[in-house]
């Protein structure tokens, strides 16, 4: 099948793009903005805070505001891209993403650099499923897996570039740079990503393309995803069993039911719900969510300890975490050279096994060194957990099933971050609020408990090297 052409020639009856890998350097460089884009004004938030005089929840806000826009609208995002084609989606949301980094580094308020925040997750959430459909569509076979890796890389490895650029930024020229640094690559990615993407489907060409937006269907999965990212993020302060948690997460499950039901009943719906039933699909955003948690749980803990505990600095911080990037680069890249031979199933359950091998020593042993020796050995492993969870879900999805089954997966990742950072911030309130070490050790041992649960859950959820291409209309196989 093509992932270029409007209508798919039959297999194997067309040349690759020759300027596919140079593509996905632009596109990855876009979503390298994207996820540097939380970690990065983690670090900065003290200064920040100080400097507009911010109060605690709006300092908060800094971070969530993007967090949820970004999570709670990538399932329309990648419906607008199948809709309407990578090519347009990809350069409206990196434009909107450039605008808003702009804003958000003159803002002089809360009200303007939240609102630039929101104007942010926006474009990220057209940017990052739409560019990822275009890698579905220039790659295929072991290409597509080694592809993967490098996007992969990107998610883990650009995490922890964050923190590393948002030391420097901080440190340096000061806080408004973190969102000053993407304006001039946001310009130079887009006249890249404008000379070398394949045109997508035209909406006038028939088929899937030509389905309409399901508004109503939009709004509903909207708002659901909205307000249950809203509740992890809030958990950690206000309780995983307090009634403001579970009523949120009770208004969110109500509204996915409803979302449901307009599905079944929408002449053109957002998307097919058989997708979800698919095996590959179901453990990929399963290994998604689960390494993802871990990733920020990691970090969470890692950046509290060093800079509150052990008294380093931004600056130190964010080069202590400069291995951790460069573990999370070479886990994923060796993942997306393994999984082809090994198979997501052996490559996941080792990939958990490392991990937790990983947070195993920061439980057990204290000081700086062990947490970030330990947060490296972690990230190693996670990495090649992101080439597996990438390849599951997204290894035998249809061309004009791309941009949502991109969506999807973009998702869960939003939700395991939330996830990760609201059961952690529980588990070590105590040291966080700096009253003792315990919080941290017992955080470290938690990440490693279900980091073992992960890889037993692996042999039985996973599909082996011999499962085929999923059936185009969806079932679980």
């Not at 450039?98 to 803002?107: D, F, M």
Request: glycine share 16%.
């Amino acid at each position: 099948m093509s992932h270029l052409a409007a209508t798919p020639p039959a297999a194997g009856t067309h040349e690759p793009d020759p300027r596919r890998w140079g593509t996905l350097a632009f596109l990855g460089a876009a979503q390298l903005m994207l996820i540097v884009d939380v970690t990065v004004v983690a670090i900065a938030l003290p200064h920040l805070g100080a400097d507009l005089d911010l109060s605690r929840a709006a300092t908060t806000w800094v971070v969530s505001a993007y967090t949820l826009a970004f999570g709670g609208l990538m399932l329309l995002g990648g419906r607008v891209a199948d809709l309407l084609g990578s090519r347009p989606v990809v350069l409206a949301g990196l434009a909107l993403f450039t605008v808003a980094s702009l804003a958000a580094g003159l803002a002089g308020s809360s009200e303007v650099l939240v609102g630039s925040r929101v104007a942010q997750g926006l474009g990220a959430a057209l940017l990052s499923p739409a560019a990822l459909s275009a890698v579905l569509r220039l790659f295929e076979g072991e290409e597509r897996n080694r592809a993967l890796g490098v996007w992969s890389a990107l998610g883990g490895g650009g995490a922890a570039l964050g923190v590393l650029l948002g030391g420097l930024l901080t440190a340096g020229p000061g806080w408004p740079w973190v969102f000053f640094v993407n304006v001039p690559i946001g310009l130079v990615v887009a006249v890249g990503l404008a000379r070398r993407l394949p045109p997508g489907p035209s909406a006038r060409s028939g088929g899937p393309s030509a389905a309409r937006l399901d508004l109503p269907g939009a709004v509903l999965v909207t708002a659901a995803t909205g307000t249950a990212i809203y509740a992890l993020i809030g958990a950690g302060d206000h309780g995983w069993l307090g009634g403001r948690t579970l009523g949120l997460l009770t208004g969110a499950a109500a509204l996915y039911l409803l979302f449901g039901l307009r599905q079944h009943t929408a002449a053109s719906p957002l998307m097919d719900l058989r997708l979800l039933t698919r095996r590959p699909v179901a453990s990929g955003t399963l290994l998604v969510v689960a390494a993802t948690a871990l990733m920020v749980a990691g970090f969470f803990l890692g950046t509290f300890y060093l800079q509150h505990h052990a008294g380093r600095g931004a600056l130190v911080t964010g080069l202590l975490f400069l291995p951790i990037a460069v573990a999370t680069v070479v886990g994923a890249t060796a993942g997306g050279h393994l999984i082809g031979r090994v198979g997501a199933r052996v490559l996941a359950t080792a990939g958990f096994v490392v991990a937790g091998a990983g947070f195993a020593v920061p439980a057990m042993v204290d000081g700086s060194t062990a947490v970030v020796l330990g947060i490296t050995g972690a990230a190693l492993g996670l990495g090649t957990l992101f080439v597996a969870a990438s390849a599951t879900a997204l290894g035998h999805v249809q061309p004009h099933e791309s941009g949502i089954v991109s969506g999807i997966v973009s998702t869960f990742h939003e939700f395991g971050a939330s996830l990760g950072a609201g059961v952690i911030s529980s588990v070590a309130a105590a040291s966080i609020a700096g009253t003792t070490t315990s919080g941290y050790v017992h955080g470290f041992a938690v990440a490693g408990g279900v980091a073992a649960a992960a890889a037993l859950l692996c042999l039985v959820s996973v599909p082996g090297r011999t499962a085929g291409p999923t059936h185009p209309t969806g079932g679980l196989h």
